[in-house]
């Protein structure tokens, strides 16, 4: 047996429920809990803490691409979670995974995000780049097993909403430390990305435990590819309804050489241009918008359409691929793999590439980027001065508990991660500069 072939072997079953694919492990939660009532199964309830937590709540004001102030259309972070959420449940389903699962990694996908978007993520990630970081999929992790309050020891000590190794395991999008991921093609290193902050190890290596090193579950990888189709295709879509795109640029030789380098400039060189200019091609062929759109119900209802096509176009070539693979029957945590047609990673490569070249990369250049980012530096800088009084009550209890100045700068990084744009505007306002701060959002 080779590295791959054991990397992909199957963890070994415990007591199999029913037999839909999930053993008692699966089912266990960090800390125990007495008997619960058996009309919901214990995914169930996991979903059930997840709509109902606070850091759920707050993706309503936080921003997707846009921020949630701009117009009345544009998604946010909520929103976002809620479509993604939708996608991964019919995915997962469709496969045979339990759908509570993957519609509870779906729904805590983005509760790691701060402020801002993508913009407050990399502000943070370089405030914090001397305590092991910032990352939004880490703070998911911590926002579960630690910050949202729901479940605590004897002694007090917060664990989380407390859900199950299943659930958790499928809610980690990158599944190793900083630094211990796999190598980016692009540049040889390994990925930014990573899933766990060192002091949160105990409860990452307690949901992985009897998975292979560096390999997402199933129901993990639906919930990235419903993420992925998700975004590319409603950003596309807000930015059209915004103005900001018309979709014939995919039949114009410059733009579409535009959204070639875009996709590579930000997604790397995975697929190359002829990959990306085939993907075009097949879009363009399958006529699913009209140029020209005017914002009248007709050219809505024809661009909803054509988002709805996409989606299943992207879910069904993934099911169909991932079923030719694996046979039929239930498909659950590491007996499979999501197999993505090289051919469908192109087409939402594409979408992404015109949210990027249209939308993205022309903000980047905004004074509006840069004074998002200087409020959240500005933030952890007075908190930290202030700290604890200037704290809210659960990172104030944190701050005392640090052993260290290294802990204590990260209990005032989740502080400022909490934050919506909103309350991270009104709390500068408050704190830092009375007038002005308006401007940033």
Known sequence: ??????????????????????????????????????????????????????????????????????????????????????????????LGCDPDVVDTACLAHDLGHPPFGHNGERALAALARGIGGFEGNAQTLRLLTRLEPKVARPDGTSVGLNLTRASLDASVKYPWRFGQGPLSPASGRPTHKFGVYEDDLPVFDWLRAGAPAGRKCLEAQVMDLADDVSYSVHDV???????????????????????VEAVHTWYGDAVDAAGLHAAMDRLVAARLWRPGFDGSRGALAVLKDATSQLIGRFAKAAQAA????????????????????????????????????????????????????????????????????????????????????????????????????????????????????????
């Open 237 to 259: 879509e807000d930015a059209v309804v915004g103005g900001r795109v018309d979709l014939v640029v995919l039949e114009q030789r410059e733009e579409r050489d535009r959204v």
């Open 322 to 441: 991932t079923r030719q693979r694996h046979g039929p029957g239930p498909l659950t945590r590491y007996a499979a793999d999501l197999v993505v047609p090289v051919e469908t990673v192109a087409e939402i490569l594409v979408l992404k590439g015109l949210a990027v070249a249209y939308v993205m990369a022309p903000r980047e250049l905004e004074p509006l980027y840069q004074r998002q980012r200087d409020l959240l530096a500005d933030l952890v800088l007075v908190l930290s001065d202030r700290a604890p009084d200037a704290l809210e009550p659960p990172f104030a209890a944190d701050w005392r508990e640090a052993a260290d100045d290294t802990a204590r700068l990260r209990v005032v990084v989740d502080q400022v991660a909490s934050l919506t744009d909103v309350s991270a505007v009104a709390l500068h306002r408050r704190l830092v500069r009375p007038t002005g701060a308006a401007q940033v959002v």
């Open 1 to 94: 047996m080779t590295a791959l072939d054991d990397a992909r072997a199957p963890r070994t079953p415990g007591a199999l429920v029913a037999g839909d694919g999930y053993d008692d492990a699966d089912r266990e939660r960090w800390v125990p809990e007495g008997s619960k009532n058996a009309e919901r199964s214990a995914f169930e309830r996991d979903r059930a803490r997840l709509v109902h937590s606070s850091a759920l709540r707050r993706l309503g004001a936080k921003t997707q691409v846009l921020g949630p102030s701009s117009d009345d259309f544009v998604r946010t972070r909520l929103t976002h979670t809620l479509e993604v959420a939708q996608v991964g449940r019919e995915i997962g389903k469709a």
